[in-house]
């Protein structure tokens, strides 16, 4: 394993985003410096109800598109990643789900961040009374036949990673 140093310098420190650079020692002596993105623990949920789940739309500008994802949102400090959970499905959807199952988590690009996600199929869904959309959010619902995921994904109309994850980790598609 690769011994990693305290950073050598702080490039950006933001509300939700940390990048630092860093020195690495790997085994045989040889030395790196890289630059390591820090944005905090995040949770995705997929929606699951009979033979529906529930995805949503969203323009993301990184990539100039409106993307189908799972609902997902960021770890707020003092928060447990299920609490998060519970918070982002109604924040996203309008839903509230009487269970959470933890499917484990994923790093999402590990070769430059330290990204966590942690997975959840969410069930026993219902309509939520504290829905209140975000105001910088461009969100659309869409209800999504169960049987329909795979030909999404396998068409790249579902190209988002964590949504891909969760499609195979809880449903199996």
Do not use: H, W
Not at 47 to 62: F, G, H, S, T, W
Not at 92 to 113: H, N, Q, R
Not at 120 to 141: C, H, M, N, Q, W
């Amino acid at each position: 394993m690769a011994d990693i140093k305290e950073p050598v310098s702080e490039i950006y420190n933001g509300k939700r985003l940390k990048v630092e650079k860093v020195l690495i020692d790997l085994p045989g002596g040889v030395k790196l410096e890289r630059i390591v993105v820090k944005p905090g623990g995040a949770v995705a949920m997929l929606p699951v109800d009979d033979e529906y789940c529930y995805l949503i739309k969203q323009y993301r500008y990184a990539v100039d598109d409106y993307i189908y994802e799972a609902p997902a949102g960021t770890i707020e400090d003092g928060e447990s990643p299920a609490d998060t959970a519970k918070r982002e499905i109604i924040e996203e959807t309008g839903l509230s789900a009487s269970e959470m199952i933890p499917k484990g988590y994923i790093f999402t690009s590990p070769g430059y961040t330290n990204e966590i996600i942690y997975l959840y199929e969410a069930r026993g869904l219902a309509p939520s009374d504290e829905f209140e959309k975000d105001a910088d959010e461009d969100i659309t619902v869409v209800k999504v036949r169960i049987s329909e995921l795979r030909g999404m994904i396998e068409a790249e109309r579902i190209v988002d990673a964590k949504t891909i994850c969760l499609v195979y980790k809880c449903l199996g598609a």
